[in-house]
């Protein structure tokens, strides 16, 4: 299975950016069999979907995040990676990376709190 471990969450004021990073380790796949995603989850509220990247690199976005949030991978390094740039009160969450293939039931990381606060 499939090891997944966030970092790079934090306190940020509205407008700020964060850099979330997730490292793939473990019994697993070669990274590139894995389409990978960004979940969020806030207080009372269920897990979201905030940034997809398929194994060909193509990246989908709700609405909420589209043009403020990037998704990207580098498969040498076994990592993905989330650009969070213009974050809002409403972005403050918990956030999971997961993982995703045919072969594998879907992984998930331990998650990184990030707070978008005054």
């Known amino acids: 299975q499939v090891q997944l471990v966030e970092s790079g969450g934090g306190l940020v004021q509205p407008g700020g950016s964060l850099r979330l990073s997730c490292a793939a380790s473990g019994r697993m796949l070669n990274f590139n069999f894995y389409a990978m995603d960004w979940y969020r989850q806030a207080p009372g509220k269920q897990r979201e979907l905030v940034a997809h990247i398929s194994t060909g690199g193509n990246t989908n976005y709700p609405d909420s995040v589209k043009g403020r949030f990037t998704i990207s991978r580098d498969n040498a390094k076994n990592m993905v990676y989330l650009q969070m740039n213009s974050l809002k009160l409403e972005d403050t969450a918990a956030y999971y990376c997961?993982?995703?293939?045919?072969?594998?039931?879907?992984?998930w990381g331990q998650g990184t709190q990030v707070t978008v606060s005054l």
């Open positions: 997961s993982a995703d293939s045919p072969l594998t039931t879907r992984a």
